[in-house]
């Protein structure tokens, strides 16, 4: 792919604006030009080969769940209405100011254009978009329904984007205050601890004993500092890789020991589950398929075999209550509840119906999890940071009391 730069002119307002524009060829530049309002062209150039490259690798991969969400909410309209798909897509490119997205719906483009199917020009960006919304497209595409499909992409990911919100927001706090505890911790035992034993030793005066403790945890972080900044490395650490992390075995069963995390986890992993498997089966995907994507969708790998399991017992013949029975103890206290929502809506052939009311009643559920968990961490960090600046201002302030009763032993001897 090209990067081009281009310079228009709007032909009624005479507005000039500049452009880049990720494209096979000129041909496919000209259509995102004259898509819509026609703009002129002042000038257009070619950004140097090893230069686009490298931007399409970097910006390719910046396709956010809030990128997500913009682009099916413009997008739906425009398929209900039986617009053509390629315009349909060059105007979108052209509505966002995000390289990244114009890159990924250029790439559309370009694949609807060389006759490509729209589900298969949305797989190679499927580092990006997860295994449901490609297995929608595709169905909606078959059925002739994208309009619909978006539109329910749109409800899927608006969710799954505020629970993100909610949970960033629960964590947002414990995060500040644990690198201020860090920048103060660091500015107490590095700097005025050290010129107080100083002043004490030179004066030949004896310092508390918790000035002591706080002057040794001083010398130790001095001689070892990479111990102040860990817990944000680790914190930064454990942000970045938290997606691999949640697909190592070992990392999943750890976090389920955790009292309310644990709780958390499994909510989320069902509460997903259910409201993915309700979509694809309502949209006519097949079981064993809808399991299966349903599973990658709780987002952990844990419950991934969960619901392979569960796949594996129905391909073998047994239905899906008796397979949802036998695995109820993994979804801890929500494992009865669901079995017995699976049974009711496979004795009524409602399933779809049955997992969509149940995953919404779960996503109230979820809400209720993620306020407690706030109101939770926030005292308790609170109370932790408290405890750790007055421990550290206790240990300055009280020989700073007594340096009277020093100087004048000093001035005895």
Known sequence: MKIY????QHPRTGKIKKWLIPAYNREEVDSFISVGVPQKILSIGVIPQKRADQMVKSYSKRFSLEDQVVFFEGMSPLMQVGFNPVKAFLLQARATAKLGVRIITMSIVHGLLSGELLHAAFARHKNVLDDTTLALIEEGESTGTLGETFSELVRVLSKRLDYRRQLQSALTYPCIVIVMACVVGYIFT?????????IYDNLGGQLPGITKFVVAISDFLQSYPILLIAPIVLVIIWANYIKWLSYQMWYCRAMLTIPMINEFLRKSAITNGCRTLAVLLGAGIPMAKALTIAGRSTGTVYFERVFAQ???????GDSMTIAFQSHGDQFGGMGDRLAAAVESGEASGEIEEVLNR???????????VIDRLQQTIVPAVTIVLAVFVGVIVFAIFLPLFGIGQVLMHSAGH
């Open 5 to 8: 730069g281009v310079t228009t």
């Open 190 to 198: 590095a700097v005025l601890i050290p010129k107080i034993k100083t």
């Open 310 to 316: 569960i796949c594996d017992m129905i391909n073998k």
């Open 358 to 368: 149940l995953s919404k009643t779960f996503e109230r559920e979820m809400e209720v």
